[in-house]
C-alpha cells in the first residue's frame, strides 16, 4: 500500500539557517504529493503541493520537488525564520481516490 | 481559499456522555468529507470516509458505533463520540474536498477539535 517516510526530528535550527526535511514515498501510479504545517495547537494548513513528476511546489520561501527516479519530496528553505517553527508533515494522495496518506510528522524548532 | 470550519473548537466532557463536532465546508460543496485523530505528537490517523448522503466508510480498528459520523448535506459532517472514555481524549480533525473543478485533488482542513474526557 501507499506510504510515506519523513525524517524524525526534532529539528533545531538557528535563524536564518538552511532547511532541509526528507521525504520519500512509496505509491502505485502517479500520486500527488503535499507538505502542511502545524501551528502550536492549530489545525493543518496545506503549505505546497505537486501533482506530477518534476513539479516544483513553493511558498512562503519553502520548496519541494516531486522526484519520481528517487520517489522523493524534500521540503527546503534557504533561510528560516523563529515563526517558521511548527510541525512538517509530508503526506500523498493515491490516484484513483482522496484518501491521504501522512507522514509521521517532523518538529521544527528555530532558535532566534 | 477555500475554508472548513469545526465547532466546538475544545469541548470538555464527562465520562460516558456523547459529543458532537461539527464539521462545514463555507464557501464550497464538499462531496467526501474527513475525520482524523490525532494523538500528541504523533501523525494524523484517519478514520473514517464520508460521503454526502451515504453511510460512512471506516478505517479497520475505528469503531463505527462508538464514532458515529453523519454527512446530511453537501456543507456539514458531524462526527459524535458516543459514551465517551478518558481514551478517547484527542486532536480530532476534519477535512473536505470540492466537488469538481481543479481543487479536486485538494483537501481543506479543519481547525480541529480538542476533546477531554473527564
Known amino acids: 500500500g501507499n506510504s510515506v517516510t519523513q525524517m524524525e526530528g526534532p529539528v533545531t535550527l538557528s535563524e536564518e539557517a538552511f532547511l532541509t526535511i526528507n521525504c520519500t514515498y512509496t505509491?502505485?501510479?502517479?500520486?500527488?504529493l503535499f507538505w502542511y504545517v502545524q501551528y502550536p495547537g492549530e489545525g493543518l494548513q496545506l503549505l505546497l503541493k505537486?501533482?506530477?513528476?518534476?513539479d516544483k511546489g513553493s511558498n512562503k520561501g519553502f520548496e519541494a520537488t516531486y522526484r519520481k527516479e528517487t520517489t522523493s519530496f524534500h521540503l527546503e528553505k534557504g533561510s528560516v525564520q523563529v515563526s517558521d517553527s511548527a510541525v512538517y508533515f509530508c503526506a500523498l494522495m493515491g490516484t484513483g481516490g482522496f484518501k491521504t496518506i501522512f507522514g509521521a510528522g517532523t518538529r521544527l524548532f528555530v532558535k532566534a | 481559499g477555500a475554508v472548513v470550519s469545526q465547532h466546538p473548537s475544545r469541548v470538555i466532557c464527562k465520562s460516558g456522555t456523547s459529543v458532537k463536532i461539527e464539521c462545514r465546508s463555507l464557501?464550497?460543496?464538499?462531496?467526501?468529507m474527513f475525520w482524523y485523530r490525532q494523538f500528541p505528537k504523533k501523525s494524523l490517523m484517519l478514520m473514517a470516509t464520508s460521503n454526502e448522503g451515504s453511510k460512512a466508510t471506516y478505517e479497520q480498528g475505528v469503531e463505527k458505533d462508538k464514532f458515529l459520523i453523519n454527512h446530511a448535506s453537501l456543507t456539514l459532517s458531524t462526527l459524535t463520540v458516543t459514551s465517551a472514555h478518558p481514551e478517547d481524549s484527542s486532536f480530532y480533525i476534519c477535512?473536505?474536498?470540492?466537488?469538481?473543478?481543479?481543487?479536486?485533488?485538494?483537501?481543506?482542513f479543519g481547525p480541529g477539535t480538542r476533546l477531554t474526557v473527564t
Open positions: 464557501d464550497f460543496q464538499a462531496t467526501t
Open positions: 505537486a501533482t506530477k513528476a518534476d
Open positions: 477535512s473536505a474536498t470540492a466537488r469538481g473543478g481543479g481543487a479536486l485533488n485538494e483537501q481543506y
Open positions: 505509491a502505485t501510479g502517479y500520486p500527488s
